[in-house]
């Protein structure tokens, strides 16, 4: 194909192809299947979330969407309710800035459609309804944390999710402009609810937030040239560790000895991500100066993520993109009337002041969200689900496609390892059965540990993978949806 688009859920991959279709660019297809994935996986993410990007468009730059800790959000206020650390669920994990829809003006500015168009899709399976994947349906009855409005919403929907309040705040969204969010009457109602729940942002707050335009972190690995997001995003340390892979010869290697490398060099880079990700961080102007602290990680907990991630290509722009809720629907927190599930990204912060990524007004957490490209013998577009594994999800699938000479929907595949170690605590190493490896810890194959991956290839013509592990191959028919 001449264009291409991969995502997570079929229903948005047909949105971003349908606007690629009748004319739209990247930007169009990044609208139109971004605003799909918040109605159709509301299990990853979600109005109230955020985005990371890496774009080739003449350049390569990343958008930043992600938020930071509001006016009223510190260490004293926490500590003087009792918490010892910042809860998972509920009003007082719901504080950092969604940026999701800051990330779409942004996008709007490029697109050559207008958002009525681009969000039609959105709209219409919100308001509409659609069938749930059966990862969606055993992730609602799954999920426990929700408020009376999230419940009102998600509870006893197996067969069939409409969500109207969600398809009315798209449509509000479309009709007074995408700033209504953080301005106008869609800011008005999180203010409202903020206050009545005993949550913490305030019109005030979501005023004074705009996502970021930033350079990317470029490494050269082998004959390619990879971008990626630099810090807050965790990107760094996929470039450290695939600037430690350039000094071996992996395709010449053994399976036991590949993968030993791999987990090798992975922990090395895992450390340098504990040193050097946090907002506010210095890097020296050559990665190569960076160099691993050896010592002990700690034991604190580690938590999966839960993302969605997408890959477009449009013929010459090139958008690799990634957003969430964080752990799952977020934090269960409903903003009444809007259907928008707000992120509990925040509970990443640490309440010791001593730590590097301690919570304070107006500071962003260290993020798991990364988004890739690369150039070389093949352009790449690459994202993948996973929270703290995403870095060795992309590796994993970069080693692949370079040094193996796999095709993007084998490499994706393939099985995988995982090391589910957050930057404060450590973890064991995890791999799907069918590795056969020594030393780690087997775990059945297509496991949601591994994440869930889409991307793309890019040569004479483009080439499409999505993970089995996630719902981007189930199969629906264009015609039940796309009238």
Request: proline share 4%; glycine share 10%; hydrophobic share 35%.
């Amino acid at each position: 194909m001449k264009y291409n688009v991969a995502t997570s859920h079929p229903l948005s991959t047909m949105a971003g192809l349908e606007a690629l279709e009748k004319g739209g660019n990247a930007y169009d297809a990044m609208l139109a299947a971004s605003s799909a994935l918040v109605v159709v996986q509301p299990q990853f993410n979600g109005l109230g979330g955020d985005l990371f990007a890496t774009i080739k468009d003449g350049r390569y730059y990343c958008i930043n969407a992600s938020g930071f800790a509001p006016a009223a959000a510190d260490i004293d206020f926490y500590s003087g309710q009792g918490y010892k650390e910042i809860p998972k669920h509920g009003p007082l994990s719901s504080f950092s800035i969604p940026g999701l829809v800051s990330s779409w003006k942004i996008a709007a500015e490029k697109s050559t459609m207008g958002i009525d168009k681009n969000f039609k899709r959105a709209i219409q399976f919100a308001l509409e309804g659609f069938e749930p994947s059966r990862k969606l349906a055993r992730a609602i009855k799954n999920f426990n944390d929700g408020d009376n409005d999230f419940n009102e919403i998600y509870k006893d929907t197996d067969t069939w999710l409409k969500q109207e309040d969600l398809g009315n705040t798209l449509e509000t969204l479309v009709k007074e402009g995408l700033d209504s969010f953080y301005n106008g009457a869609v800011a008005d109602k999180i203010d409202s609810d903020m206050r009545e729940k005993g949550g913490l942002i305030r019109k005030s707050d979501l005023a004074e937030y705009k996502a970021e335009i930033l350079s990317p972190i470029r490494i050269k690995y082998r004959e390619y040239d990879v971008y990626t997001n630099p810090p807050v995003s965790q990107g760094l340390t996929a470039s450290v560790w695939l600037r430690d892979l350039n000094g071996y010869d992996l395709s010449g290697m053994e399976h036991q000895e590949y993968y030993d490398t791999l987990i090798k060099t992975m922990r090395d880079a895992y450390n340098i991500r504990r040193q050097y990700i946090y907002d506010g961080v210095k890097l020296p102007e050559n990665i190569e100066d960076l160099k691993p602290d050896k010592s002990s990680p700690g034991n604190g907990n580690s938590n999966i993520s839960d993302t969605t991630a997408f890959s477009i290509f449009d013929g010459s722009i090139e958008i690799s993109a990634i957003q969430s809720n964080y752990m799952g629907f977020g934090s269960g927190h409903n903003i009444s009337g809007t259907g928008i599930n707000m992120n509990n990204r925040g509970s990443y912060f640490s309440l010791d002041s001593e730590n590097r990524n301690h919570l304070e007004p107006g500071k962003k957490t260290f993020h798991t969200l990364m988004s890739v490209l690369a150039s070389g013998k093949k352009d790449i577009i690459l994202g993948s689900m996973g929270g703290d594994v995403q870095p060795q999800i992309n590796v994993q699938i970069l080693s692949r496609l370079i040094d193996l000479g796999y095709s993007i929907p084998d490499a994706i595949a393939y099985p995988r390892f995982a090391y589910p170690a957050s930057i404060y605590g450590d973890s064991k190493v995890y791999y799907e059965s069918t590795l056969r490896l020594n030393h780690y810890e087997p775990v059945d194959d297509l496991n949601d540990m591994m994440g869930h991956a889409q991307g793309i290839t890019i040569d004479s013509e483009s080439e499409a993978g999505v993970d089995p592990r996630g719902d981007g191959l189930l199969r629906y028919l264009r015609e039940k949806y796309f009238k």
